[in-house]
């Protein structure tokens, strides 16, 4: 029965006590006989909710704990065959007659009515895969890896500048004097000795050329300085395949004079210690195209030449170039012996030296 104040199981609820709010719709605790003196009822409510979890848990697990399902139809697992070193003497195992199948095989039945399978060709035996090509594999001596010839390349260091000095000028001097070498003091002196060919072209070719900016008449040297040039420009073309440049020659008194005006590096004119163009013996070759390497080169050429007393070498930075003063003494140097020059020997050489003797 309904009391007379019973609001029934669904009705408007309040949400918060002491107040006026209200839902439409809403469930009474009191008046749905889940209250708090109906525990039986609360007690089964629980019972049937757990089981219902429990029936929910059961059918969602796959399987049960600690035991392990194999799957219906496993998967071989394939081995990698590594190829074994077979000896030079091998057995050659007979196959079973065809009347015993092998142990562990049934013979296979034939239908009437199945077609006959192909004839298979045999397997090509590829040369490095072969059995015969691994017996060969198994014997070959194994040789130890070749030790590699590439080295690390280091820098190699660049000879030290072979800068110039007043003991170097002074020398020059007193050696072109010794010589017997006279001053060239105009244009009609400087004639006079190339007619009487005193003084020869500057050897001009594909490994040496002449600055532009240098007078006809000026490009003109002593004949042993035409020779060293000659063999200075070999050297330096065979390593670096391009040629030298001569930016000075044989200079006279006259234009010795103009260019101390306008050249604060330039020697004197007269005096007891002049420049030693004036004697057209001396030339410079320009460094400014001239590479590192390069540089080092000549720098030690030029050593080996000045160390033989043949030459006196300056390094000159302002106008960039190496002045070089080449005596009457020079002689070209030794060319290198070839591998024929030095497997040649003579057959009586001992027979020679006895008659020296």
């Known amino acids: 029965m309904k009391r007379p104040n019973d609001p029934g199981i669904i009705g408007r609820i309040r949400i918060r006590l002491d107040t006026r709010c209200f839902r439409r719709i809403g469930l009474h605790w009191r008046c749905s006989r889940f209250s708090a003196p109906s525990r039986m009822n609360r007690i089964v409510l629980t019972a ?39 000896p030079h003497e091998t057995r050659h195992v007979q196959p079973h007659p065809a009347s015993h199948p092998p142990v562990g095989k049934h013979p296979e039945v034939k239908h009437p009515h199945a077609p006959e399978p192909k004839p298979q060709k045999p397997p090509k035996h590829h040369p ?22 590439r080295r690390a390349s280091l820098p190699v260091p660049t000879p030290p500048p072979l800068r110039g000095s007043r003991d170097s000028l002074v020398r020059q001097n007193v050696k072109t004097e010794d010589e017997g070498l006279e001053r060239i003091e105009d244009d009609d002196d400087l004639n006079d ?11 001009a070719s594909a490994a040496l050329t002449v600055n532009a900016s240098l007078p006809e008449n000026l490009r003109y040297c002593r004949p042993w300085t035409a020779g060293f040039l000659s063999d200075l420009a070999r050297a330096h073309a065979a390593v670096f395949h391009r040629p030298i440049v001569v930016s000075s020659a044989v200079r006279t008194v006259e234009y010795q004079k103009q260019l101390e005006k306008i050249n604060g590096n330039a020697a ?34 030029l050593l080996a030449q000045q160390l033989a007393g043949n030459i006196d070498v300056e390094e000159e930075f302002l106008q960039a170039c190496f002045h070089i003063t080449v005596y ?10 070839t591998r024929k020059a030095m497997r040649r020997r003579p057959a009586h050489s001992g027979a020679i030296a006895s008659h020296g003797r």
Request: glycine letters at 4%; hydrophobic letters at 35%; zero cysteines.
């Open 48 to 86: 049937l909710v757990l089981a219902a979890l429990s029936v929910t848990s059961a059918n969602a697990s796959p399987s049960r704990p600690g035991t392990t399902e194999e799957p219906a139809h496993p998967k071989p697992i394939k081995h990698k065959q590594t190829p074994r070193a077979v």
């Open 268 to 301: 004197p004119a007269e005096g007891d210690i002049v420049s030693p163009h004036l004697t057209g013996g001396t030339i410079d070759i320009a460094k400014q195209d001239l590479t590192r390497q390069e540089l080092g080169w000549m720098r030690t050429w």
């Open 328 to 337: 009457n003494t020079y002689a070209p140097p030794p060319p290198p012996p």
């Open 128 to 149: 490095k895969t072969s059995p015969a090509s691994w017996s060969r594999r198994a014997h070959r001596p194994v040789s130890a890896p070749a030790p590699s010839l």
């Open 193 to 203: 000795r190339i007619a009487r060919k005193m003084l020869v072209p500057v050897p």
